[in-house]
């Protein structure tokens, strides 16, 4: 059941090189810079994406993710969530506005899965970028990179699942998109979703909590991931896989990796979901086909290599 | 430029690296595997390996991988390690690496190929 909260809105990750991230993510996966704070954040966003950040970075003695942020529909609905998050069980803190530069108060909470999440409702509308509101051409012509259309996704590695999945669904009102469970019948992986897209958020089970997968970018075609897999090699970035497909969502990926060894994706297309679409389960045996739909087995970075 | 010979102690696998090459790179450039190769970056850990005996420098790395004082015992980065002689290392991986086991690879392990 919808509870308010919209899409996903921004992730905060922390890098040992700022000035070499920033290449990375301008140079390369075409996000644009759109601010610095007087910690010395830097602000990024995709080019179609209407607030004015989706990507904050952050120089750190260890990289990984500080945390992610969903943007709910207003202010009142942002106090109504915080006393489900709190009724729910979960402390939470309060940031206030300006804390992040042009964004609104947030209200941050940790996942039983270890993650900090934040909930907001306000932040500066700033239109796509290089595109008008009216008449609007396709496309903007200066793009950079593999020109991301925008921040999709995260995967998140951590325990308690079952718990972050009653957080997510019960108290946020995500729905569950696709699982994969263990021939128990133990869901070892659940990909939750606000939308039409095949996840928002998904998260697999791991016995440390907290840790980062990936962090992932829109594309529009599988012409547009091969681009990608010419662009990582043209400077050298490290690869992780890909080009391939996922069997879970169906999107077309590769991964890769920042400077400082986040995992990034870039995916195009992917399967479709309304609420009243059943779950799709992938069986824990059949994993390897379920990841990566062509090869059908794991590679073990996917499943080890976490920041 | 000089070269060096690296040596890694568990599986007796010796490479030239470049002066200013990564440990790590210049292992897969030669199609060996004897260090395991995560994220490249400095990040995750798994390329972890004590420094056995040689000099090196080493670039930015994870402190929640290596911390300040087992950098000041050899423990590296094979992915930030560049030599400045040769080298004697033991792979090491961080133990935060390696106990990333999760749920997924013990359903695995049981029913699917694993790529090492």
Same mark, same amino acid.
């Given at each position: 059941?919808r509870?308010?909260v919209?899409?996903?809105?921004?992730?905060?990750?922390?890098v040992?090189?700022?000035?070499?991230?920033?290449?990375?993510?301008v140079?390369l996966?075409?996000?644009?810079?759109?601010?610095?704070?007087e910690?010395?954040?830097?602000?990024?966003?995709a080019w179609?994406?209407?607030?004015k950040?989706?990507?904050?970075l952050?120089?750190?003695?260890?990289?990984?993710?500080?945390f992610?942020?969903?943007?709910?529909?207003?202010?009142?609905?942002l106090?109504?969530l915080?006393?489900?998050?709190e009724?729910?069980?979960?402390?939470?803190?309060?940031?206030?506005?300006?804390?992040?530069?042009?964004c609104?108060?947030?209200?941050?909470?940790?996942?039983p899965?270890?993650?900090?999440?934040?909930?907001?409702?306000?932040?500066?509308?700033?239109?796509?970028w290089?595109?008008?509101?009216t008449?609007?051409?396709?496309w903007?012509?200066a793009?950079?990179?593999? #020109? $991301?259309v925008?921040?999709?996704?995260?995967?998140l @590695?951590? +325990?308690?699942?079952?718990?972050t999945?009653? %957080?997510? /669904?019960d108290?946020?009102?995500?729905?569950?998109?696709?699982?994969v469970?263990?021939?128990?019948g133990?869901?070892?992986?659940?990909f939750?979703t606000l939308?039409?897209?095949?996840h928002?958020?998904?998260?697999?089970q791991?016995?440390?909590?907290?840790k980062f997968?990936?962090?992932?970018?829109?594309?529009?075609?599988?012409?547009?991931?091969?681009?990608?897999?010419d662009l990582?090699?043209?400077?050298?970035?490290s690869?992780?896989?890909g080009?391939?497909?996922?069997?879970?969502?169906?999107?077309?990926?590769?991964?890769f990796?920042?400077?400082?060894g986040?995992?990034?994706?870039v995916f195009?297309?992917?399967?479709y979901?309304?609420?009243?679409h059943n779950?799709i389960?992938? #069986? $824990?045996?059949?994993?390897?086909?379920?990841i990566? @739909?062509h +090869?059908?087995?794991?590679?073990?970075?996917? %499943?080890? /290599?976490?920041? | 430029?000089?070269?060096?010979?690296?040596?890694e102690?568990?599986?007796?696998?010796?490479?030239?690296c470049?002066q200013d090459?990564?440990?790590?790179?210049?292992?897969?450039?030669?199609?060996?595997?004897?260090?395991?190769?995560?994220?490249?970056?400095?990040?995750?850990?798994?390329?972890?390996v004590?420094?056995?005996?040689?000099?090196?420098?080493?670039?930015?790395?994870?402190?929640?991988?290596?911390?300040?004082?087992?950098q000041?015992?050899?423990?590296a980065?094979?992915?930030?390690l560049?030599?400045t002689?040769d080298?004697?290392i033991e792979c090491?991986?961080?133990p935060l690496?390696i106990?990333?086991?999760t749920?997924?690879?013990k359903?695995?392990q049981?029913?699917?190929?694993?790529i090492?």
């Amino acid at each position: 059941m919808r509870k308010g909260v919209l899409r996903p809105g921004h992730i905060q990750l922390r890098v040992l090189d700022l000035e070499a991230s920033i290449e990375h993510y301008v140079e390369l996966l075409g996000l644009h810079e759109t601010d610095r704070d007087e910690q010395g954040r830097v602000y990024l966003k995709a080019w179609s994406e209407v607030d004015k950040f989706s990507l904050v970075l952050r120089e750190a003695d260890e990289p990984g993710m500080d945390f992610m942020a969903f943007k709910v529909v207003d202010d009142s609905t942002l106090d109504s969530l915080t006393a489900d998050i709190e009724a729910f069980g979960l402390e939470v803190t309060h940031k206030e506005a300006g804390d992040l530069k042009d964004c609104g108060r947030r209200v941050q909470f940790t996942a039983p899965s270890g993650h900090v999440f934040e909930l907001y409702a306000e932040k500066a509308y700033t239109g796509k970028w290089g595109v008008e509101e009216t008449n609007p051409e396709a496309w903007p012509r200066a793009l950079r990179g593999m #020109k $991301a259309v925008r921040f999709d996704h995260c995967l998140l @590695y951590g +325990d308690e699942l079952a718990k972050t999945y009653d %957080l997510f /669904v019960d108290v946020l009102g995500f729905y569950l998109a696709e699982q994969v469970l263990d021939p128990d019948g133990n869901r070892i992986a659940q990909f939750l979703t606000l939308s039409m897209k095949a996840h928002d958020i998904a998260f697999i089970q791991h016995e440390e909590k907290a840790k980062f997968h990936h962090a992932s970018f829109y594309l529009e075609t599988w012409e547009d991931i091969l681009r990608a897999a010419d662009l990582i090699s043209m400077t050298n970035t490290s690869l992780d896989i890909g080009p391939t497909r996922h069997g879970i969502t169906h999107g077309k990926t590769i991964y890769f990796f920042d400077p400082s060894g986040n995992r990034n994706e870039v995916f195009a297309g992917g399967d479709y979901m309304y609420p009243d679409h059943n779950p799709i389960t992938w #069986k $824990a045996e059949d994993l390897g086909k379920a990841i990566f @739909y062509h +090869d059908r087995v794991l590679n073990e970075r996917f %499943l080890t /290599v976490l920041t | 430029m000089s070269d060096y010979t690296i040596t890694e102690q568990h599986s007796q696998q010796s490479f030239t690296c470049h002066q200013d090459q990564f440990v790590l790179k210049a292992m897969e450039s030669h199609g060996l595997r004897s260090i395991a190769v995560g994220c490249r970056g400095g990040g995750c850990g798994v390329c972890r390996v004590k420094v056995i005996s040689g000099s090196y420098e080493c670039g930015r790395m994870s402190k929640a991988q290596v911390s300040t004082e087992q950098q000041q015992q050899g423990y590296a980065l094979a992915c930030r390690l560049k030599p400045t002689s040769d080298l004697l290392i033991e792979c090491s991986p961080s133990p935060l690496a390696i106990n990333g086991i999760t749920g997924v690879t013990k359903a695995k392990q049981k029913h699917t190929e694993v790529i090492k």
